[in-house]
C-alpha cells in the first residue's frame, strides 16, 4: 500500500486547513487508516482514525471538535479537515494505515506516507 499524503502549510490560529491521503496498491489488506502527528523534539502522536469499510472514527482528546476525519471510498482516500487551528497543532502530519491492535500506537501501523508539514502562526 502506498500513502500519499497533501494539504499541509502556513496558517494563522484559526484557521482551517484539510489534509488528504490517497491510497494505492493493496488497499484491502488494510483495516483502519489513520493520522499521526509529530511535533519537533517531540513523540510522533495519534490523531484520528477511521475504519476501511465501516467509517467508524476516533479521536484524540486534543482535537475532538475540531478536526473530522473522512473517507472517500471510490477514491480510496481519506481527509482530516482541521478547524479553529492553534499553535500547538503545528507538526509534520503523516497518514498511516493497518491493522493495528490498537489504533492510537504507532507501531502498528504497517504503511506511511511521506508527512505533510502544518504551521500555526499565533
Known amino acids: 500500500v502506498q500513502l500519499q499524503a497533501s494539504g499541509g502549510g502556513l496558517v494563522q490560529a484559526g484557521d482551517s486547513l484539510r489534509l488528504s491521503c490517497a491510497a494505492s496498491?493493496?488497499?484491502?489488506?488494510?483495516?483502519?487508516m489513520g493520522w499521526f502527528r509529530q511535533a519537533l523534539g517531540k513523540e510522533r502522536e495519534f490523531v484520528a482514525v477511521?475504519?476501511?469499510?465501516?467509517?467508524?472514527?476516533s479521536y484524540t482528546d486534543s482535537v475532538k471538535g475540531r478536526f473530522t476525519i473522512s473517507r472517500d471510498v471510490a477514491n480510496n482516500t481519506v481527509y482530516l479537515q482541521m478547524n479553529s487551528l492553534k499553535p500547538e497543532d503545528t507538526a509534520v502530519y503523516y497518514c498511516?494505515?493497518?491493522?493495528?491492535?490498537?489504533?492510537?500506537?504507532?507501531?502498528?501501523?504497517?504503511?506511511w506516507g511521506q508527512g505533510t508539514l502544518v504551521t500555526v502562526s499565533s
Open positions: 498511516a494505515a493497518g491493522r493495528p491492535s490498537y489504533h492510537s500506537n504507532y507501531n502498528g501501523y504497517s504503511y
Open positions: 496498491g493493496r488497499t484491502l489488506s488494510v483495516d483502519v
Open positions: 477511521i475504519g476501511v469499510r465501516r467509517a467508524s472514527t
